[in-house]
């Protein structure tokens, strides 16, 4: 248990790592608020609707928070969707609202925190990224897109808080057996195009994610990172993400691509 109060506001906590976040929380003892679309019933965090592509909705959110606690010590942000599909024939639109999400709906909703936190004098950012953001997987492009935006940005806005006690780290998932699955916007368009390739991929990434390890390895290892003193800008969830992670950057980035291509694309 914590020796003093922390609050802490998590994104996309209805489901998920988000959910499985907010539960490791409440069992070290944070003071938990949950910010999300969809309605949902927690038995020891506070709900407050909100949609992080929102910017006038993340503010009022936090407003909420501080309103009620005083402080906000924890930003978790997990709030996101995927869209898997050829670039080519993925609408310009569609890649557009999954940038809107992932990447501007943690901004929107960091932008809203961070006064607070700087002004304190303290504060912990946990974004969940994804093992994509480090490795980019084809047909699901605009998706490692947006991860890897957010390990640029989670790297860059802690130079920038540095001086003022607020400390940020991205929080990198492999593959994950959650309704993050079920839920991925999937366009087959250009399928016969690409002889196959971007339903083979696919199905093999969704085995592999159901395959993958249980949202509650992953929200303890958030809450690890929300809780503990110091923290790496980025690290990825298990040794062998972990592994894999820091293979990639040894290995020549033509090796890298072509074991990519022969696991997802061919």
């Not at 969809?38 to 506070?46: F, G, H, M, P, Y």
Request: charge should be positive; include cysteine; glycine fraction near 8%.
């Amino acid at each position: 248990m914590l020796r003093e109060k922390k609050v802490a506001l998590v994104t996309g906590g209805s489901s998920g790592i988000g959910l499985a976040s907010v539960k490791a929380l409440c069992e070290a003892g944070v003071t938990v608020y949950e910010t999300s679309r969809r309605e949902t019933a927690l038995e020891n965090a506070v709900h407050l609707p909100g949609d992080v592509t929102d910017q006038a909705a993340m503010v009022k959110v936090v407003d909420t928070v501080l309103q009620k606690e005083g402080q906000i010590d924890i930003l978790v942000c997990c709030a996101g969707f995927g869209i898997s599909g050829a670039v080519e024939y993925t609408d310009a639109a569609s890649a557009k609202r999954q940038l809107e999400v992932n990447f501007f709906g943690v901004d929107n909703t960091v932008r809203a925190v961070l006064p607070h936190m700087r002004r304190r004098g303290s504060g912990r950012i946990v974004i969940v990224s994804s093992v994509a953001g480090a490795i980019p997987i084809p047909f699901q492009t605009y998706y490692s897109v947006s991860k890897a935006a957010l390990n640029a940005y989670t790297s860059a806005l802690r130079s920038e808080l540095r001086p003022y006690g607020v400390t940020l780290t991205a929080v990198m998932p492999g593959d994950i057996a959650t309704g993050f699955t079920d839920a991925r916007e999937k366009s087959p368009e250009g399928d016969d195009v690409y002889n196959g390739r971007i339903s083979r991929s696919v199905s093999r990434m969704e085995a592999d994610e159901r395959g993958g390890m249980s949202p509650e390895t992953a929200g303890r290892y958030v809450r690890k990172m929300a809780l503990r003193r110091s923290v790496p800008p980025s690290s990825s969830i298990g040794l062998s993400y972990k592994a894999l992670v820091m293979l990639t950057r040894l290995l020549p980035a033509r090796l890298v691509n072509l074991v990519v291509y022969m696991l997802y694309a061919k």
